[in-house]
């Protein structure tokens, strides 16, 4: 238990920060671990219907980035969209680390973002591209196929969405009246 205890005052964390930190890591282990799987189960190019006319796996990989934009750039868009990510990744960390202690909404936000932008970074630096094995579809319209990091990242944005449009602005308003009250 020391040792957790010294990891954390180390790195300054306080054990809100830790839990936090923590779902980033499942949310990247979980992408790893069932990229790996794929990889490992089906063959490259190969595709499994889960549900017959709207649910597939499919082991693919896009070397660009969301909806393989850039995919066919000729190999640059590796190391910018992996130098984006880092990026994004710390900007968010910094962001998450100086959240109010009763912030709740936007620490799993920030959480799944950063674990899921993570995910496709280890993807890029170690193997060029990201894994996508999720293949949706409805008669003749396919989404892209994608993976758990595309996720994390999705919920996560239209999370950090309704914070925006809804949760902050109902907030902002609650607090006019309590002033106006006062």
């Not at 219907?49 to 969301?66: H, K, M």
């Amino acid at each position: 238990m020391a040792a957790k205890g010294s990891l954390m005052q180390r790195f300054g964390l306080q054990p809100r920060q830790a839990r936090w930190l923590l779902i980033t890591l499942a949310v990247l282990v979980l992408d790893q671990w069932t990229k790996h799987l794929v990889a490992a189960h089906i063959v490259f190019g190969e595709r499994i219907t889960v549900i017959p006319g709207f649910f597939d796996l499919i082991y693919t990989v896009n070397p660009g980035a969301a909806f393989s934009l850039l995919a066919d750039a000729g190999g640059w868009q590796r190391w910018f969209f992996t130098v984006v990510a880092v990026v994004v990744s710390l900007v968010l960390l910094i962001w998450l680390l100086r959240l109010p202690r009763n912030a709740r909404w936007m620490p799993v936000t920030l959480t799944l973002i950063l674990g899921g932008a993570i995910g496709n970074v280890v993807d890029r630096i170690l193997y060029g591209h990201v894994a996508d094995f999720l293949l949706f579809y409805w008669q003749g319209y396919h989404f892209p196929a994608f993976n758990v990091a595309d996720i994390a990242i999705s919920i996560g944005a239209v999370m950090l969405l309704v914070d925006a449009f809804w949760l902050a602005p109902r907030q902002q308003h609650q607090e006019q009246q309590s002033k106006g009250r006062s």
